[in-house]
C-alpha cells in the first residue's frame, strides 16, 4: 500500500468511486472550479468530472446536508463536504431531525 497523507488518502477514495459509479458527486462550499475545497481535498476532480458533479455551495450547512439528504433518497451517493467540524451544528437539524426520521414521514418509500 502506497504511503500518503490523509487528504491524498481521501482525495484517491473519492476519485475512485467518482470514476466507477456515475450516481457519486461532492457538493460543499469552494470544493469546484476556483478553490478544490480548504484543504483542497477535491483537486483535480473538477476537471476530470465536471460541474454536474462537482458542485460549489452557498455558505450554508444546513443546506448541503439538505440536498445530500434529498439526493441520497434519489438514489444518488453525494459526498457532503463540510470544511470544518465546527460548522457541522448548523446542519444538525437536518442531520438529526431530517435524515435519522424520514423512512417514519416517508412511509418507508
Do not use: C, H
Request: zero cysteines; charged letters at 25%.
Amino acid at each position: 500500500m502506497p504511503v500518503m497523507s490523509y487528504i491524498d488518502a481521501i482525495t484517491l477514495a473519492m476519485k475512485e468511486e467518482m470514476e466507477r459509479d456515475p450516481k457519486v458527486f461532492v457538493l460543499g462550499e469552494d470544493v469546484g472550479k476556483k478553490k478544490s475545497g480548504v484543504f483542497k481535498a477535491t483537486a483535480g476532480l473538477y476537471e476530470q468530472f465536471g460541474e454536474a458533479r462537482v458542485m460549489d455551495t452557498p455558505l450554508a450547512e444546513s443546506a448541503i446536508a439538505g440536498v445530500g439528504i434529498g439526493a441520497a433518497m434519489y438514489g444518488m451517493r453525494p459526498i457532503a463536504e463540510m470544511q470544518f467540524a465546527d460548522f457541522i451544528m448548523p446542519a444538525i437539524n437536518q442531520i438529526i431531525s431530517e435524515a435519522a426520521k424520514i423512512r417514519y414521514r416517508s412511509n418507508n418509500d
